[in-house]
Nanobody, 124 residues
């Protein structure tokens, strides 16, 4: 059974940092493009950052480029999202996804696997 489990969310003040983790099991993680998406109530899920299965190619949404950094450890089957200089606009539920059929970013919404999400709240 494939599982993607996010962790690391929480409450942080504006300007603060968080690191999200996505632990994968039940799949050959190294072969999958993986990424982070986020969603706020009443809005569509949006891509935040993605990383390819090979060569480490990355994608960042304009709103997070320069503040967020995505990485992966294939030996541990874990993906990370380092989030710095957080703003209130970053408040959302963050989901990780894995997709065998994509090169850099998992397909939205049709990625092969999704995690359950972790809440990130940026507030003073």
């Amino acid at each position: 059974q494939v599982q993607l489990v996010e962790s690391g969310g929480g409450l942080v003040q504006p300007g603060g940092s968080l690191r999200l983790s996505c632990a994968a099991s039940g799949l050959n993680f190294a072969y999958y493009a993986v990424g982070w998406f986020r969603q706020v109530p009443g809005k569509e899920r949006e891509g935040v950052a993605c990383i390819s299965s090979s060569y480490g190619r990355t994608y960042y949404a304009d709103s997070v480029r320069g503040r967020f950094s995505i990485s992966r450890d294939n030996a541990k089957s874990v993906m990370y999202l380092q989030m710095n200089n957080l703003t209130r606009e970053d408040t959302a539920v963050y989901y990780c996804a894995a997709d065998l059929s994509s090169y850099v970013c998992p397909r939205l919404p049709a990625a092969d696997y999704w995690g359950q999400g972790t809440q990130v709240t940026v507030s003073s």
